[in-house]
């Protein structure tokens, strides 16, 4: 009987088995998927106690799962609506608790074969309403304009409409895509399409330079342009809580904003707000 014991502390042991521990559930925004992949695994090699368990599906997907108390954290590109803090308060007597992660330059996609090299905002906004609706109306080639954008459950899809659109319906055209890789990848193989999302997806297209208006000099999402807020689409990244961050949650977010943690911010593409 004790050897069998034994051989079972051993295999357990073995394979990282142990009776306490503890799982960290991080679910929301799939702007920030890939950056919470990467301080979970991060995480997770110095902390062979912890299992945290990351889920995209949108910001709105992610902040539903918090109002029913079916994740530890969420990750969102938006900020929480009042109308989402009350449901968290008459179920848990909280507000709910918002943390600044991260910095993101919501950036304007392009094919890379696209002549257009900057766009203002009332140009973005028209082609988004579908009153722009071909390249050569802002200077490009003379094609139909292939407008991509995310689910109405996404915090970017909300974020973009309300700065960008004024809050006022997208185009109906528009094809709807379920996560901001999805969208990259529909503009980097139509050289006629525009899309939308987080700056550390914008591999194998071009970012567009933007212009709050035809007399303003035009940026792109870099560095230095949205640290001091000349680029017109900045927005924080954001984790929620239900209540005070305790115990293990608090030490992973704790870590997340220490150096190490933002280091990641940096190498997936995003910016540090320490």
Same mark, same amino acid.
């Given at each position: ?58 910001? !709105?997907? #992610?902040? &539903? *799962?918090?109002?029913? +108390?079916?994740? %530890? ?121 525009? !899309?939308? #999302?987080? &700056? *550390?997806?914008?591999? +194998?297209?071009? %970012? ?67």
């Amino acid at each position: 009987m004790r050897k069998t014991l034994l051989m079972l502390m051993i295999l357990f042991v073995a394979f990282g088995f142990t009776a306490s521990k503890k799982i960290i559930t991080v679910k929301g925004s799939d702007t920030m998927v890939i950056l919470a992949q990467r301080w979970a695994e991060k995480y997770m090699q110095k902390h062979k106690d912890i299992s945290i368990q990351v889920t995209g599906g949108g910001s !709105g997907t #992610g902040i &539903a *799962a918090l109002i029913n +108390g079916t994740t %530890d954290i969420c990750n969102s590109s938006r900020e929480i609506k009042d109308s989402e803090r009350q449901l968290l308060k008459q179920k848990f007597n909280s507000f709910g608790v918002e943390i600044r992660v991260a910095i993101d330059g919501l950036s304007v996609y392009l094919n890379q074969t696209n002549p257009v090299k900057e766009l203002t905002m009332q140009q973005i906004r028209d082609i988004y309403l579908g009153k722009i609706t071909n390249w050569k109306e802002v200077g490009g080639n003379n094609a139909k304009i292939i407008v991509y954008g995310r689910e109405n459950n996404s915090g970017t899809y909300v974020f973009f409409k309300e700065h960008v659109l004024d809050g006022a319906d997208y185009v109906s055209s528009m094809q709807s895509l379920p996560g901001t890789a999805a969208v990259a990848n529909a503009v980097s193989k139509d050289k006629n399409a525009i !899309g939308y #999302g987080g &700056a *550390a997806y914008a591999k +194998g297209i071009k %970012d567009v330079s933007i212009k709050k208006d035809k007399n303003s000099k035009a940026y792109l999402p870099k560095l230095e342009s949205i640290k001091s807020g000349v680029y017109p689409l900045s927005r924080f990244l954001y984790l929620y809580t239900i209540k005070k961050p305790e115990g293990a949650v608090k030490e992973f977010i704790d870590w997340i904003l220490s150096k190490e943690g933002q280091s990641i911010v940096s190498e997936v593409g995003y910016f540090t707000v320490r």
